[in-house]
């Protein structure tokens, strides 16, 4: 008997009752989740930046507005997800109605990190509400103010029978685990990934995996390097790197790399003044393991822009490495921080070859003027997604699936692909109890004329003249 | 250093040259698998025959117009399938260029079982072919003559850098498994369904299982007892019971179980005879082990219908099983075999409390002449990807019992809209 024990039952019964399949329930859920956003907006955004020192513009860009978005599109969305989806038929199934039936699983785990504590576990569980099913959430212990609010403001939102938030640490994570789920949906790193999905065996559970890696970023020669470091920067900097998507090295021409210097050394100043330290726009560090973690990997190669820290304050500088070779750690280990690591090669071949030597990422990104190029890169590598001449974009338009592939994850989710994922997809053939002369042609005493006659009707194309 | 160390590595190989990605390969493929039926098409018969006495018919119906009807599905639509798919855009992205590629995993490994050895490993061949991908397979070893073909005969027809198979039994497998694999497909029982999902966690592998359970056939007092009965019969028999997706007990009233029983009793006799044994239309039971196995459960309830069975033959008659308990053996693992077990409840609501108490199954059946029956007059088939993508195309099972693809060329989650 354990903490948990009380909880998984009590949802399972709640799920057994059927209180969440009608339509009119899910939408009050989502709505609930829409009013837990907008009436306690200045409590996350004071939370975000207790935990990770969020400014307000990053809080409302990557994690309440994202979250909200998704409330809103799946309340847009619901009846038409939840529809029976009419399936083509052959010629034997002519008269049948035969669809696939969108269900729930049943009792959904979701476990959340703690770089985008709000995002990370609210768009899944729109998904998971959507599509009918009772949800334990597990939020991390590591961004504590969110945690907080969720373990203690969420859940009056929520109807208290079908969703609970469990709390703890990797110890409780894992008795948690021990228990059945039917659908386990977790965020974070691969090594623990490994762990979630050899649990989830035990008891057969689908799982859905959002997991990191080192993404890689190709600058061509053709190209503006103030343009390409800004986005760099950006996309490097936001959050102080901390995020799964970032770009997290980049390969480029020792030519480039020396326009590309004085470019990134403007966009930091241009974004975060002289002394980013003293920036309202600059995040912190979650905690002293990552802090010191980092400040190892300033050591890698050569500092060719910012590289202080202060471990008062978790502060690392937004920060340039050169010189990097393969095997140091900034270039073997997800940086997920303020460093981006600059390597060079001779060829975009050279650049294909190191990426493709490397497990897979969750996002590659390819810059340059010439589309050809960014469609080679694209085309000779495969990653969970990809973005030219830009970083992460391809995660904020909800039409396209996010997810990893390899090392970096399986499954994915955002907007209707999140429906999807907490669905079990049911194949249904409605038959009449009539008409059963017809199926004399496949009863035994078998004959070869029957056979043929079966045959001919069993194909797909069939089908296709005949509804013309 | 194992025997498949070697094979992984070619085949990765190949994979990494690039050999897979173009059509025109793939279609070359494909175009190897449909000839590879079509000229062994009596050496095939002849297999399944050998290994589980299945009749021409039902290995034409059920393995080789199945397998080869995948691969002319694919072949129509491979072009299509593999274009990019063009998204919505919001206005941020209005100028930009959005859409999902369909991508090869890499080095995908298949392993089937015996009950349909032919159709259970080329189906997923023909995906895992479209989709790009090197395949290494894993036939059973228990179907030994199908084994012994796609072993010495398929190869010629693939090109072999990119496609091998891997013989052997649990221990191989075992060792097979300890490769990184970048998709594995397996059928087969849950009990080994979990030792793979396990394996494959070590290498966050993704992987479908489809496996098997005990599937419900509810049975309404408003139907045609005849037309039940052959609809039960023919679907429980073929294959000697060894389907996955067959009706594997029914819940009916007692009223509806005495109108029930001899209808089966007409239908079977119609099908196979006064001497089952001697039909050329029944099949038997793959092995041993199993043919004891299916005995043991001879003796649950009592026996209504046959209940003969002969070792020397592998043969159990199609059998029906009366009075059984809940927990009763018979009641208890799937029986993939000739048996079906009648258990009878007092209404609709205690059936479905049945089924719902138990694990979920792979199909589940209900017969009504109402549409209205909660349950639905449905053959529901439960196909399920462990790691569902919005791009993966459940089966949509044709009232015959076995599975056919859909031709939709647009994924479901891009209908709407």
Redesign the interface.
């Known amino acids: 008997m354990d903490a948990f024990e009380d909880t998984v039952l009590r949802l399972r019964e709640a799920f057994?009752s059927g209180r969440t399949q009608p339509a009119a329930f899910r939408v009050a859920q989502l709505e609930g989740l829409g009013r837990f956003l907008q009436e306690n907006k200045q409590l996350l955004q004071d939370a975000l930046a207790q935990d990770l020192h969020k400014s307000a513009f990053e809080s409302e860009v990557s994690e309440i507005a994202i979250s909200q978005g998704e409330v809103d599109l799946a309340l847009r969305?619901l009846r038409?997800?939840m529809k029976d989806?009419k399936?083509?038929k052959?010629l034997?199934?002519q008269l049948?109605s035969?669809f696939?039936r969108k269900e729930p699983f049943g009792l959904v785990l979701i476990i959340a990190p703690w770089n985008y504590p709000l995002n990370l576990i609210l768009v899944p569980l729109v998904g998971a509400i959507a599509a009918g099913n009772c949800v334990v959430l597990k939020p991390s212990e590591i961004s504590k103010s969110i945690e907080k609010i969720l373990a203690e403001v969420l859940p009056r939102y929520l109807d208290q029978s079908c969703f609970a938030v469990a709390l703890g640490g990797p110890e409780e994570t894992a008795r948690l685990l021990e228990h059945r789920f039917d659908y386990i949906f977790f965020t974070g790193n691969?090594r623990v990934?490994?762990i979630v999905?050899?649990a989830?065996?035990?008891h057969?559970t689908?799982?859905?995996?959002e997991?990191g890696g080192k993404n890689p970023c190709y600058v061509d020669d053709n190209c503006d390097p103030q343009t390409v470091a800004n986005r760099l920067a950006w996309f490097r900097y936001f959050n102080t790197g901390q995020t799964c998507v970032a770009p997290d090295y980049v390969l480029c021409s020792s030519d480039m790399q020396e326009r590309l210097l004085p470019a990134l050394q403007n966009a930091i100043t241009r974004f975060y003044g002289d002394d980013p330290q003293n920036s309202p726009n600059l995040g912190r560090i979650i905690n002293q393991k990552h802090f010191k973690r980092l400040q190892e990997l300033l050591s890698c190669g050569r500092v060719a822009i910012g590289g202080q820290s202060d471990e008062s304050n978790l502060y690392i500088a937004p920060t340039v490495l050169v010189d990097v070779q393969e095997m140091d750690k900034v270039m073997q280990e997800e940086v997920f921080g303020p460093i981006l690591p600059l390597m060079t090669v001779r060829s975009l071949d050279e650049a294909i070859d190191f990426i493709?030597r490397r497990e897979k990422p969750l996002a590659l990104y390819a810059f340059s003027n010439n589309s050809q190029v960014v469609k080679q890169v694209?085309a000779?590598t495969?990653s969970g997604g990809?973005c030219g001449n830009d970083g992460f974009?391809?995660m904020?338009?909800a039409?396209?699936?996010f997810?990893g592939?390899?090392?970096s994850?399986?499954?994915?989710y955002h907007g209707?692909?999140s429906f999807?994922?907490f669905s079990?997809?049911?194949?249904?053939?409605?038959?009449s109890?009539?008409m059963?002369k017809i199926?004399d042609l496949?009863?035994?005493?078998?004959?070869?004329r029957?056979?043929r006659v079966?045959?001919m009707a069993?194909?797909?194309r069939s089908c296709?003249c005949t509804l013309l």
Not at 206 to 209: H, I, N
Not at 424 to 431: E, I, P, Q, T
Not at 442 to 448: A, D, E, L, V
């Open positions: 057994s969305n038409a997800w989806q399936v083509p052959n034997v199934t049948d035969a696939i691969p990934g490994k999905m050899a989830a065996a035990k057969l689908p799982v859905t995996l997991l493709n694209l000779r495969s990809f974009m391809h904020t338009l039409s396209l699936p997810g592939v390899g090392a994850g399986m499954g994915s209707k692909f999807d994922t079990h997809h049911r194949a249904c053939l409605l038959r109890p009539g059963e199926n496949r009863y035994p005493p078998y004959s070869s029957n056979l079966l045959l069993m194909e797909e296709s």
